[in-house]
Every structure is written in C-alpha cells, then in structure tokens.
C-alpha cells in the first residue's frame, strides 16, 4: 500500500511565523501535491510538482511556497502565517503522467494560526 | 459557476438501501472522474475511478458516467452505517496533462440503522 505520511498531526503557530509541513512518500511517485479543505469550500490546491525540483502554482498559491529537493519528499512552507491559512492541509502523490492515476493523500495536518 | 457540484446533504438512507450520490461538471472536455469517501477527521480514500460512458461496479460500488449530461453518480448498495461519511467527487479537467484533480465540496451521508 502507498503510504503518504505527513509530519505533524495538530500545529499552532503565531502570526508571521514561518511553518513548513514536511509530506514524505514511499511509492517513488512521481507527482506530489498540497491541499488544503476548509468547510464549504473543499479541496483547493495550493502547489504541485511533477519532478524533483520543479513546482507549478495550484489554485490558490498565494502565501505559499514549496520545495522538492528529494523525489520522496514534498514541503509546504507558509513564509509568514496569517489566521486566514487556519486550515486542514492535505498532502498527495500520484505516479506517472496517466490520466487516471489517482491521488493517495496523507492523513492531514491542522494548522492553527494565533 | 463552480467546476464540480454536488449537493452538500445531507443525504440520510436506511440501512440496507440503494444511496445515490450525484455530481455535475462544467468543462465537458474532462477525462477522468474520481470518487473519494472521507470520514470525520479523516484524509479522503479512493473509492473508484471511472473514464468512459456507462457503469463500473465495484463490490457494492457503482460508478455512472454520463458525459453529453455532464454528471456522473456514485451508488452504494445495501447500504451500511460505516458507509457514512463524506463523499467527495473529483475530475480532471481537459486542459491538464495529470492529475490536477478539481474537487467537489462533497456530499454527506448518513446510513440510519
């Protein structure tokens, strides 16, 4: 079974603290992904990446950046948080360029912004 | 208007039933349409996926593509409470080459006992 871990379960940080949530896989996928889910609004990508050390803006990049330094690995970082990215935030990976290959997400992270 | 709908619910079925989850899409070039079901506080599993026209079934699971209407359906048989949860429908747009997947907000149901 493809495993997603994600580093932290629960966070609180304060506003303007720098936070990085650290996504690891163990299937070599390729593709890796960050979400965040709130009430109302669902899945909303934030960044993704195809390949070690390339990234694309999702759909709600602002705020956020992301590293690739390893293919296994997928890091989130909020460079100066704020209260609006109290959120759930989901990790995914996804093997090969497939148009059906599906996304195996980790089990969360709350971030909580003070 | 919004990529994917879906009904929020919730949507409440006795035990044993048939529970129909519906979602509609707006980019009628999409390829590929997921269906993933989260539990309360739980990250979002694969049920299954379809691609072409017409039905899938897995075990109690079945998948309804329809692309003229633009819609494709989830249906549970026999439902059971442990089917209550979240389902969230997801598609991939025509204009990516992966999985970019576009979420749903998802429908809730509930299985009474």
């Known amino acids: 079974d493809v495993k997603v871990t994600q580093s932290s379960r629960y966070l609180v940080k304060r506003t303007g603290e720098k936070v990085f949530l650290e996504c690891v896989q163990d299937?070599?996928?390729?593709?890796m992904f960050w979400y965040r889910q709130d009430p109302g609004l669902g899945l909303r990508l934030i960044y993704f990446?195809?390949?070690?050390?390339m990234k694309e803006k999702g759909d709600i990049p602002e705020g956020y950046s992301v590293s690739r330094e390893k293919k296994e690995r997928f890091s989130l970082i909020l460079e100066s948080a704020s209260t609006n990215q109290t959120s759930m935030y989901l990790c995914?990976?996804?093997w090969g360029q497939g148009a059906v290959s599906p996304l195996h997400f980790g089990n969360g992270t709350r971030l909580t912004v003070t | 208007q919004k990529e994917v709908e879906q009904n929020s619910g919730p949507l409440s079925v006795p035990e044993g039933a048939i529970a129909s989850l519906n979602c509609t899409y707006s980019?009628?070039?999409?390829?590929?349409f997921f269906w993933y079901r989260q539990y309360s506080g739980k990250s979002p599993e694969l049920i299954m996926f379809i691609y072409s026209n017409g039905d899938k079934e897995d075990g109690r699971f079945t998948a309804q593509l329809n692309k003229a209407s633009q819609y494709v359906s989830l249906l549970i048989r026999d439902s059971q409470p442990s089917d209550s949860a979240t389902y969230l429908c997801a598609v991939n747009p025509s204009n990516t080459g992966f999985q970019k997947l576009v979420f749903g907000t998802g429908t809730r149901l509930l299985v009474s006992p």
């Open positions: 980019d009628r070039g999409s390829q590929s």
């Open positions: 995914a990976s996804s």
């Open positions: 990446s195809y390949d070690v050390k």
């Open positions: 299937m070599d996928h390729e593709n």
